[in-house]
């Protein structure tokens, strides 16, 4: 039996530079042969990725090499994506964006986050919701990069800026 030598995606040139990894790392993700593991090189241990990958089906081993150098081996586990998801947060009010959408069922708060972790837990957020379902979602700036994400995934977006941060309201495709 022959295995795929696992595909290697360096991310840290990226990171480096002040990019955004994520849209790389679910590309890679996507095209990766049948078990076919993943090698990630990155500046930091990407721990909000190991439960979207995990969701996927994906078990994570992290080594830490030494400042800003983390191998990270995603291996493909049906044991992974079969474990059971933490509670979701409870439904939270909603102040009235969004006319002619239906009331959000989640709220985050990804104030103070670094990136790329508020794209990280919207993205999520947004594989548990059910087709018409809204998130709502409070960041500290606008998240130019998640656009494309909600784009290629079918989700519209209301964005609202305002002095406590930007407002999000995303309603999921389908």
Do not use: C
């Not at 800003?68 to 059971?84: G, H, I, N």
């Not at 999520?124 to 656009?147: I, K, Q």
């Not at 079918?154 to 609202?160: D, P």
């Amino acid at each position: 039996m022959t295995t795929t030598a696992p595909f290697t995606l360096d991310v840290r040139p990226l990171l480096q530079s002040g990019g955004e990894p994520l849209p790389r790392i679910l590309k890679a993700v996507s095209e990766l042969e049948p078990g076919q593991a993943l090698r990630l090189l990155a500046t930091f241990e990407p721990i909000p990725l190991y439960a979207v990958l995990g969701r996927k089906g994906f078990a994570h081993a992290a080594i830490h090499h030494g400042k800003d150098d983390w191998e990270v081996l995603f291996t493909p586990d049906p044991q992974a994506a079969a474990e059971p998801r933490k509670q979701r947060p409870a439904p939270a009010s909603h102040s009235g964006s969004g006319a002619g959408w239906p009331e959000p069922t989640w709220t985050l708060d990804n104030r103070g986050l670094e990136p790329p972790e508020p794209m990280v837990r919207i993205l999520s957020a947004l594989e548990d919701l059910a087709p018409g379902e809204v998130l709502e979602a409070w960041n500290d700036r606008e998240p130019l990069l998640l656009y494309p994400e909600l784009e290629a995934r079918g989700a519209a977006i209301e964005v609202e800026p305002g002095n406590s941060g930007v407002h999000l309201l995303i309603r999921r495709g389908g």
